[in-house]
T-cell receptor
Framework: KQEVTQIPAALSVPEGENLVLNCSFT??????LQWFRQDPGKGLTSLLLIQSSQREQTSGRLNASLDKSSGRSTLYIAASQPGDSATYLCAVRDYSGNTPLVFGKGTRLSVIA | DAGVIQSPRHEVTEMGQEVTLRCKPISGHDYLFWYRQTMMRGLELLIY????????DSGMPEDRFSAKMPNASFSTLKIQPSEPRDSAVYFC?????????FGDGTRLSIL
């Protein structure tokens, strides 16, 4: 059974810092991996989707990488801003492609001005 | 597009009462998912539908939980009877394929 782990559970950084959030998964036979953002009291918003054949995806200040063989992904946030404060969740879809996402519990990020 | 719409946003009720959560997915999305989120267990998939047909309900905790999708624009999740351990945020999400679009959730408190 696929399990997704995100460490640390919480992270606090000063504004302007570059930071990395980590995600690991137990079964490397994945179809794709997604990073989501969740603001307090809100649903999840998809940030980046990486297919199993890809190594990374970029959107603005965000860069997500995937190392399928080692079961790891990272989300890199450049020049962090207070508006980046949120919980970031990683989710994987298993190889069949039609299975639902399995989510990690997320990393709660606070960017201090 | 208005996005995925869930109602109510908050529900507080007493143990033993019936609770019905509602979801309107984004038009044209073939998949609809119900998730439950708690601090202890994170996001758990309860059930999902494809073209209004339930595909996998193995995440439904027990027979007290039921879900329906009578048409492409509406789904309900019902808990009867409710228990305090059902307190959580319940999310509905829809998808045309790979990317999920979430509603803002229903925060359910069972006293």
């Amino acid at each position: 059974k696929q399990e997704v782990t995100q460490i640390p559970a919480a992270l606090s950084v000063p504004e302007g810092e570059n930071l990395v959030l980590n995600c690991s998964f137990t079964d490397s036979a994945i179809y794709n991996l997604q990073w989501f953002r969740q603001d307090p009291g809100k649903g999840l918003t998809s940030l980046l989707l990486i297919q199993s054949s890809q190594r990374e995806q970029t959107s603005g200040r965000l860069n997500a990488s995937l190392d399928k063989s080692s079961g790891r992904s990272t989300l890199y946030i450049a020049a962090s801003q207070p508006g980046d404060s949120a919980t970031y969740l990683c989710a994987v879809r298993d190889y069949s492609g039609n299975t639902p996402l399995v989510f990690g519990k997320g990393t709660r990020l606070s960017v201090i001005a | 597009d208005a996005g995925v719409i869930q109602s109510p946003r908050h529900e507080v009720t007493e143990m033993g009462q019936e609770v019905t959560l509602r979801c309107k997915p984004i038009s044209g999305h073939d998949y609809l998912f119900w998730y439950r989120q708690t601090m202890m267990r994170g996001l758990e998939l309860l059930i999902y539908f494809n073209n209004n047909v339930p595909i996998d309900d193995s995440g439904m905790p027990e027979d007290r939980f039921s879900a329906k999708m009578p048409n492409a624009s509406f789904s309900t999740l019902k808990i009867q009877p409710s228990e305090p351990r059902d307190s959580a945020v319940y999310f509905c999400a829809s998808s045309p394929g790979q990317v999920l679009h979430f509603g803002d959730g229903t925060r359910l408190s069972i006293l």
